[in-house]
């Protein structure tokens, strides 16, 4: 899968007490269909951008950082709540960053639907996009 385009994106909560910078080169945008990330964002999917961790700067505020499992941490506002980031071990080096949270969220394009043997019952992507049982390192599209 090619690599997106470098971005330089800025971001942030709802309610501005938490800010962003990206400027780096992607490893992905992806839809993930998990439950983790449903839990995590009250939506049937969540829209993701991955960047090497020197790539993203916390420009104003500092998230409040919450373990769902061991060494995996979520980030969001301490004031209104917005959930911002993610970092595991399984990516080490690389932050995952809500596209919702992107000041333009248009500036990305997402590249797949990741465990997408995790989605909805009534989720029926009509985007093309190649779909995936787990992510595209793990196994070959389901399309």
Known sequence: MPRPDPVKLSGG????????????QPY??????????????SAPYATWIALPADAVTITKGEPKIWEDEPDRQRGFCPECGTQLLGKTPKYAGEVHVLVGALDDPNAVTPQVHSFFADALDWVHPGDGL????TTSKEGPPLD
Not at 15 to 24: E, M, N, P, S, T
Not at 28 to 41: I, P, Y
């Open 13 to 24: 909560c709802q309610c501005g007490a938490v800010r962003f910078a990206l400027d780096g």
């Open 28 to 41: 992905w945008v992806a839809h993930c269909h998990c439950s983790l990330c449903r839990k995590q964002t």
């Open 130 to 133: 190649r779909r995936f049982a």
